[in-house]
């Protein structure tokens, strides 16, 4: 505005309209430079290599300036200091040494999913962990997971699942046990699979009101058992758990043709179809939570059972939960909101 004001005085021609001016200052400062315009006095033409020089310096600090927030953004989301906001995400809290074939069994499901890590693990073995997934849908937060800020950093609140893995050679039964409580205090509806170490500390984890729950006592006790007695079926579930399987468990919703009809024919649906076994069914079972059937009114007997069982571990609002049924009877009735399992 101040070149163009001068330059309208000092100049004669064209400069005299204010609005020619101003357009005359903007492709100068820009250093566009068109030629349709140009000062030919000497006051003119100093005032040009001003405005000419002004704008040089202009452009480079704003650009720079733009430059050093994106720099500085990228920089503080690859050291996991940004804060991520993600919906319907899957989080993986803490680390163990399958976290990289876990990723890539998430990412191989689903191209869509967005996954966020974690951990406070050193920076070389998180950069390890990230170079070894060419996909851009994958993030990581650094810091305890344990803790609300953190956990806010990677948006769970609108988190679809959370999984927290506990690695045998650094156990942390009950830092797993306290984020359970702290995602389920901030989000009741994610999910969450947790993996625990100690058998005898699952009760207290159920306290939480965990989702799932990952032991490996046993899974090593099962392993160990049908190595021996029943190898057949071990190596078929080692051969099912390895990510280089052709072959995996997957399930299915199915289709709406075969509500209200039988298992056998579904089954033969999906074999003459498509050449997969459907080996049972799904669905996810409501139930009523205990506090229905207190009454409204709190009363001392009401008080009394509402402390016992939470004294013994129960919780008042139960959860929904996923009801499973292995190869059920052929005449079985396929009923509405039911999926399949299939052997892919």
Request: charged share 20%.
């Amino acid at each position: 505005m101040f070149g163009a004001l001068i330059i309208s005085i000092v100049e004669p021609g064209a400069f005299k309209n204010i609005g020619n001016s101003l357009w005359w200052a903007i492709v100068t400062m820009t250093t566009v430079g068109y030629g349709d315009m140009a000062p030919v006095t000497v006051p003119g033409r100093l005032l040009a290599i001003l405005i000419m020089l002004t704008g040089i310096i202009l452009v480079a600090l704003i650009t720079g300036t733009i430059s050093s927030i994106f720099t500085t953004k990228r920089i503080m989301e690859g050291k996991g200091l940004e804060k991520i906001s993600k919906e319907n995400h899957i989080i993986i809290c803490g680390c163990n040494p399958n976290i990289l074939g876990l990723i890539h069994g998430f990412l191989d499901s689903s191209n869509n999913t967005d996954i966020i890590l974690i951990n406070d693990e050193p920076q070389d073995k998180i950069d390890s962990i990230m170079s070894g997934i060419s996909k851009s849908n994958v993030q990581f937060v650094r810091g305890d997971y344990s803790i609300d800020s953190i956990l806010n950093k990677a948006d769970t609140t609108r988190a679809k699942y959370v999984l927290i893995l506990n690695d045998s050679s650094n156990n942390q039964d009950e830092k797993v046990i306290l984020t359970t409580l702290t995602i389920k205090k901030l989000s009741p509806g994610i999910r969450v699979v947790a993996q625990i170490n100690d058998k005898n500390k699952i009760p207290f984890l159920r306290r939480a009101n965990v989702d799932a729950v990952l032991s490996s006592d046993d899974y090593n006790l099962y392993m160990s058992l049908s190595h021996i007695l029943d190898p057949g079926s071990a190596q078929a579930i080692s051969s099912l758990m390895s990510e280089h399987s052709n072959n995996s468990l997957k399930s299915k919703e199915i289709p709406e043709k075969f509500i209200g009809k039988t298992f056998s024919e579904l089954h033969k649906y999906y074999f003459d179809e498509y050449g997969i076994i459907c080996l049972g069914l799904y669905n996810h079972e409501e139930k009523m939570g205990i506090s229905d059937l207190l009454s409204s009114n709190s009363d001392t007997i009401d008080e009394f059972i509402e402390r016992k069982l939470k004294q013994a571990g129960h919780s008042l609002e139960e959860k929904n939960k996923v009801h499973i049924n292995l190869n059920p009877g052929k005449s079985e009735i396929i009923l509405k909101g039911q999926g399949a399992l299939i052997l892919k």
